[in-house]
T-cell receptor, first 113, second 113 residues
Framework: AQSVAQPEDQVNVAEGNPLTVKCTYS??????LFWYVQYPNRGLQFLLK??????LVKGSYGFEAEFNKSQTSFHLKKPSALVSDSALYFC???????????FGQGTTLQVKP | ETGVTQSPTHLIKTRGQQVTLRCSSQ?????VSWYQQALGQGPQFIFQ???????GRGNFPPRFSGLQFPNYSSELNVNALELDDSALYLC????????????FGPGTRLTVT
């Protein structure tokens, strides 16, 4: 069965410092991986995706993610965090059979001034 | 913001009642997926509609049903509401069945008392 794990419920970083939000996956076949962000009382906003190609994927708002096949990971990164990055982040994988998104439990990112 | 809209924004219902949630897909998209996001959880796939037929279903009971209309808009119906149905219901549209990118609406917050 396909699954996604986000091992950290919350990540705290200081503004200006680099941030990493971790994600590992388990899929059969080629993985299609996504990161979404959710602000309070809002829907999901797409940040970036990995389908194929370069392992380093660049996305919206300065975020990037590194696909690591050997470690089955797709960690979200940003070189310099902003207070406005504080939100709930979801990693997801697409099920190749149904096209449905399978989400992790989410990681709350708290960026402090 | 995506072009996916959902109505209503918020809804309060009593246990045992029935509810209908609505979703308009982004222009040019013919596939709609529905997700349930309980508080503190990642979204869970309910089902997907393509060409007005259900095309894939998650682990939800039959009292969760849906429709898709010729203009590709969709409804989610839940009968015999239970307290655990309280959640944010997200609709996502995609360009075609099998497309890996899904675009989310803002969601409908359902509270069952």
């Amino acid at each position: 069965a396909q699954s996604v794990a986000q091992p950290e419920d919350q990540v705290n970083v200081a503004e200006g410092n680099p941030l990493t939000v971790k994600c590992t996956y388990s899929v059969s076949g080629n993985p299609y991986l996504f990161w979404y962000v959710q602000y309070p009382n809002r829907g999901l906003q797409f940040l970036l995706k990995y389908i194929t190609g370069d392992n380093l994927v660049k996305g919206s708002y300065g975020f990037e993610a590194e696909f690591n096949k050997s470690q089955t990971s797709f960690h979200l990164k940003k070189p310099s965090a902003l207070v406005s990055d504080s939100a709930l982040y979801f990693c997801a994988v697409v099920s190749s059979n149904t096209g449905k998104l399978i989400f992790g439990q989410g990681t709350t990112l708290q960026v402090k001034p | 913001e995506t072009g996916v809209t959902q109505s209503p924004t918020h809804l309060i219902k009593t246990r045992g009642q029935q509810v209908t949630l609505r979703c308009s897909s982004q222009s040019g998209h013919n596939t709609v997926s529905w997700y349930q996001q309980a508080l503190g959880q990642g979204p869970q796939f309910i089902f997907q509609y393509y060409r007005e037929e259900e095309n894939g279903r998650g682990n939800f009971p039959p009292r969760f049903s849906g429709l898709q209309f010729p203009n590709y808009s969709s409804e989610l119906n839940v009968n015999a509401l239970e307290l655990d149905d309280s959640a944010l219901y997200l609709c996502a549209s995609s360009r075609f069945h099998g497309a890996v990118e899904q675009y989310f609406g803002p969601g409908t917050r359902l509270t069952v008392t």
